[in-house]
């Protein structure tokens, strides 16, 4: 049996799972299962971070990944995010890494401050 808190929801239900029938317990809804089995079979975990820029007015931009990745993939996706220094002016949703490490994931801007208002 293996113990673990949801959080897919501020709720953070504690979770009890059988790692030979995938059975859950303690979750107050669907959410907790899915979450227990994916976190046993296939783990993931979405990024939020920032990326460098040579903008002084914005030194920094927020990004995000667009799709959850494999937990055991975040310090290398990290690490991709720490190299970029971006030079150009992207709006939110723009992609500042296409395709991370081939994981199918883009990092995109969260944030349009990079972009001159008229
Ligand atoms: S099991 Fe449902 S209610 Fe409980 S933390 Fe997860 S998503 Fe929220």
């Known amino acids: ?6 959080i897919v929801c501020p709720n ?3 979770l009890s799972v059988d790692e030979q029938t995938l059975a859950v317990t303690g979750n107050k809804c669907r959410k907790g299962v899915d979450f227990a ?7 993931t975990r979405t990024i939020c971070s920032t990326v460098k820029t040579v903008f002084p007015e ?3 931009l927020p ?6 990745i494999p937990k055991d993939k975040i310090f290398d996706v990290m690490a991709e995010i720490n190299k970029v220094i971006l030079d150009k002016r992207l709006s939110r949703g723009e ?3 296409g395709n991370v490490l081939g994981l199918g994931a883009d990092v995109i801007a969260t944030s349009s401050v990079l972009v001159k208002k008229s």
């Open 1 to 6: 049996m293996r113990e673990l808190v949801c």
């Open 12 to 14: 953070g239900c504690t």
């Open 37 to 43: 089995v994916a976190e046993l079979t296939c783990p």
């Open 58 to 60: 914005a030194p920094v």
């Open 63 to 68: 990004v995000r990944v667009s799709k959850e």
């Open 95 to 97: 992609t500042v890494i």
